[in-house]
């Protein structure tokens, strides 16, 4: 007997596209199945606000093919197909595509035709992108609407609808439409010391209902709570929002325990140690003041919740920020803490406890700050041990430097060092002529300085602070003992405690590098070839006076 020919069966649940292919191998819509019976999409629950979305207003205005190429490609992402995105990425999708059919409508109408898979081409994406940079949108903006595009014209091309150029001149999408786009988006940052203890006191207070048996559970409180959560433990929004009643897990070490959240982008989980209620602190449970268990705090929003977990949709069953509605079309009915929820209560809470920033406005609180501010304490607790940083924050050591981690307050005292210094003297070119010479460079005021004794005529010999004093200053001249200098700071690392020489030492060499040299360099006061000609001569034979045999130790200098 022959091969038995095996048929690979179709899923008839999955959307398909109704096509036919003409002669020329283009992919043609069938007439009859456009528009389709049914134009809403349903996103049912998901983390955004958005539960469906018509496609309604597009079609029969001459775009219809891209319109049903893209509706039935929303459905097979929704359908668990083509990497199967989260839903409030689809939801995303949705949104950036608004933006691309309304440019397709005004391209139809300029070219008196209607618009055809095979339309989708280079220089369509070129003219989609030129249309969003002449909207009233940021950089940011534009790519926001751009990717989520992409990403569903993508995948129709990869299965085959239309001819995808992957690379070269004639790339269906640029491979780079907005450079340094990163740079020009303004990140969330950590909060301030001030800021940071005024929100600690004032989530204390908020939460301290959830300690009272028969305290209704509302959004606010759970939001509060969520906000505790996330302050102590940085971690990212939604695998909280999501956090599911088994999170605490055993822990090897005995008053130490897991708290394990799902990371839906990641495929992955999550994890972070908690310490365990001590038998202690269940003696003192009264009292406010005793500082909050972050373990205890969970397992008892566990318990305040798990009443409500019998009647919760079954897609939020096992949930723990469960809570009846207050909203009119659903009142009493079982429902999760959500982004607007948990926005809104954020701002009932800056209102109530008259929360303000350093500028006097409202202090603005959301969960990437919190994260922020997270990373910056754990670096600031350890030291400035980057590789603990990272680990806590469930991040590369690289990731963790390059977008959490920012400049302590002393860190940006140093940065700041010239401030009013030397600013008319480059400018006038007369950098200088005031400035007496010592062992760093040039000094407007060795006896009554910043950091001068200024007692007894007696002269500054605080060289350490020298970069960041208001009187200091360098010239081109001076190059060779600022790199001796910088240097024997360098040497310094190999004498002394890593942490240590971590806390007081490594702002010098960044500031001379980054600030002085790159300063001088861009006001043209420095020449490139004398800058590097000083810090060879300064590594071979460093200036008489850093000279490690001269001096046994910079601390007489601090």
Same mark, same amino acid.
């Given at each position: 007997?022959?091969?038995?020919?095996?048929?690979?069966?179709?899923?008839?649940?999955?959307?398909?596209?109704?096509?036919?292919?003409?002669?020329?191998?283009?992919?043609?819509?069938?007439?009859?199945?456009?528009?389709?019976?049914?134009?809403?999409?349903?996103?049912?629950?998901?983390?955004?606000?958005?539960?469906?979305?018509?496609?309604?207003?597009?079609?029969?205005?001459?775009?219809?093919?891209?319109?049903?190429?893209?509706?039935?490609?929303?459905?097979?992402?929704?359908?668990?197909?083509?990497?199967?995105?989260?839903?409030?990425?689809?939801?995303?999708?949705?949104?950036?595509?608004?933006?691309?059919?309304?440019?397709?409508?005004?391209?139809?109408?300029?070219?008196?035709?209607?618009?055809?898979?095979?339309?989708?081409?280079?220089?369509?994406?070129?003219?989609?992108?030129?249309?969003?940079?002449?909207?009233?949108?940021?950089?940011?903006?534009?790519?926001?609407?751009?990717?989520?595009?992409?990403?569903?014209?993508?995948?129709?091309?990869?299965?085959?609808?239309?001819?995808?150029?992957?690379?070269?001149?004639?790339?269906?999408?640029?491979?780079?439409?907005?450079?340094?786009?990163?740079?020009?988006?303004?990140?969330?940052?950590?909060?301030?010391?001030?800021?940071?203890?005024?929100?600690?006191?004032?989530?204390?207070?908020?939460?301290?209902?959830?300690?009272?048996?028969?305290?209704?559970?509302?959004?606010?409180?759970?939001?509060?709570?969520?906000?505790?959560?996330?302050?102590?433990?940085?971690?990212?929004?939604?695998?909280?929002?999501?956090?599911?009643?088994?999170?605490?897990?055993?822990?090897?070490?005995?008053?130490?325990?897991?708290?394990?959240?799902?990371?839906?982008?990641?495929?992955?989980?999550?994890?972070?140690?908690? +310490?365990?209620?001590?038998?202690? #602190?269940?003696?003192?449970?009264?009292?406010?003041?005793? =500082? !909050? &268990? *972050?373990? $205890? %705090?969970?397992?008892?929003?566990?318990?305040?919740?798990?009443?409500?977990?019998?009647?919760?949709?079954?897609?939020?069953?096992?949930?723990?920020?469960?809570?009846?509605?207050?909203?009119?079309?659903?009142?009493?009915?079982?429902?999760?803490?959500?982004?607007?929820?948990?926005?809104?209560?954020?701002? +009932?809470?800056?209102?109530?406890? #008259?929360?303000?920033?350093?500028?006097?406005?409202?202090? =603005? !609180? &959301? *969960?990437? $700050? %919190?994260?922020?501010?997270?990373?910056?304490?754990?670096?600031?607790?350890?030291?400035?041990?980057?590789?603990?940083?990272?680990?806590?924050?469930?991040?590369?050591?690289?990731?963790?430097?390059?977008?959490?981690?920012?400049?302590?307050?002393?860190?940006?005292?140093?940065?700041?060092?010239?401030?009013?210094?030397?600013?008319?003297?480059?400018?006038?070119?007369?950098?200088?002529?005031?400035?007496?010479?010592?062992?760093?460079? $040039?000094?407007?005021?060795?006896?009554?300085?910043?950091?001068?004794?200024?007692?007894?005529?007696?002269?500054?010999?605080?060289?350490?602070?020298?970069?960041?004093?208001?009187?200091?200053?360098?010239?081109?001249?001076?190059?060779?003992?600022?790199?001796?200098?910088?240097?024997?700071?360098?040497?310094?690392?190999?004498?002394?405690?890593?942490?240590?020489?971590?806390?007081?030492?490594?702002?010098?060499?960044?500031?001379?590098?980054?600030?002085?040299?790159?300063?001088?360099?861009?006001?043209?006061?420095?020449?490139?070839?004398?800058?590097?000609?000083?810090?060879?001569?300064?590594?071979?034979?460093?200036?008489?006076?850093?000279?490690?045999?001269?001096?046994?130790?910079?601390?007489?200098?601090?």
């Amino acid at each position: 007997m022959g091969k038995r020919k095996v048929f690979a069966k179709t899923d008839l649940s999955i959307p398909q596209i109704e096509h036919n292919i003409d002669t020329a191998g283009n992919v043609i819509i069938l007439s009859e199945s456009v528009p389709p019976k049914i134009t809403v999409v349903s996103f049912g629950r998901n983390t955004s606000t958005k539960r469906n979305f018509d496609f309604a207003r597009w079609y029969g205005a001459g775009i219809d093919a891209i319109t049903y190429a893209c509706q039935r490609q929303i459905e097979r992402f929704l359908a668990g197909q083509d990497g199967a995105p989260s839903v409030t990425t689809v939801v995303g999708y949705c949104n950036g595509l608004t933006h691309f059919f309304d440019y397709c409508l005004l391209q139809a109408m300029a070219f008196e035709r209607a618009l055809a898979l095979d339309d989708l081409n280079r220089n369509l994406i070129d003219g989609y992108l030129g249309h969003l940079s002449g909207q009233d949108l940021t950089t940011a903006g534009q790519k926001n609407y751009y990717t989520p595009t992409k990403s569903v014209l993508a995948a129709l091309g990869q299965r085959g609808f239309y001819r995808l150029v992957i690379s070269g001149d004639e790339a269906t999408f640029p491979r780079n439409p907005f450079p340094n786009s990163n740079r020009k988006h303004k990140s969330e940052t950590a909060l301030s010391k001030r800021e940071r203890h005024e929100f600690t006191v004032a989530l204390r207070h908020a939460i301290k209902p959830i300690w009272v048996d028969g305290t209704p559970i509302t959004g606010d409180l759970l939001a509060y709570a969520l906000l505790v959560i996330a302050l102590h433990t940085g971690r990212n929004l939604t695998p909280l929002l999501e956090m599911s009643r088994n999170c605490l897990r055993p822990h090897p070490k005995d008053d130490t325990v897991f708290l394990v959240l799902w990371k839906r982008r990641g495929y992955n989980t999550s994890k972070v140690a908690l +310490r365990a209620e001590s038998k202690g #602190e269940r003696l003192l449970e009264a009292m406010p003041s005793v =500082r !909050i &268990n *972050i373990e $205890r %705090l969970i397992r008892r929003m566990m318990v305040l919740t798990e009443p409500l977990d019998s009647e919760a949709p079954d897609d939020l069953k096992g949930r723990v920020w469960l809570f009846r509605s207050r909203a009119s079309n659903a009142a009493g009915q079982v429902t999760s803490l959500r982004t607007n929820i948990l926005d809104s209560a954020i701002c +009932r809470f800056v209102e109530q406890y #008259e929360l303000k920033d350093c500028d006097g406005k409202p202090l =603005r !609180i &959301n *969960i990437s $700050r %919190l994260r922020k501010t997270f990373a910056n304490r754990i670096f600031e607790l350890t030291d400035g041990d980057l590789a603990t940083t990272a680990s806590a924050l469930g991040n590369t050591p690289r990731v963790a430097d390059q977008n959490y981690l920012a400049p302590s307050e002393d860190a940006r005292r140093n940065w700041r060092f010239m401030g009013e210094v030397l600013v008319q003297e480059l400018l006038t070119a007369t950098i200088g002529a005031t400035y007496k010479d010592t062992p760093l460079g $040039r000094c407007s005021d060795p006896l009554n300085g910043q950091f001068a004794p200024k007692h007894d005529g007696s002269t500054c010999m605080n060289f350490m602070n020298c970069l960041r004093c208001k009187h200091y200053a360098v010239t081109a001249e001076d190059l060779y003992k600022l790199f001796s200098f910088y240097f024997r700071v360098l040497t310094e690392c190999s004498r002394m405690d890593k942490r240590r020489w971590a806390r007081e030492y490594a702002h010098i060499p960044r500031l001379i590098d980054h600030y002085i040299v790159a300063e001088g360099l861009r006001r043209g006061t420095f020449k490139a070839a004398a800058v590097d000609a000083a810090r060879e001569r300064a590594r071979a034979k460093p200036h008489s006076f850093w000279s490690v045999d001269l001096i046994a130790s910079l601390e007489v200098f601090s």
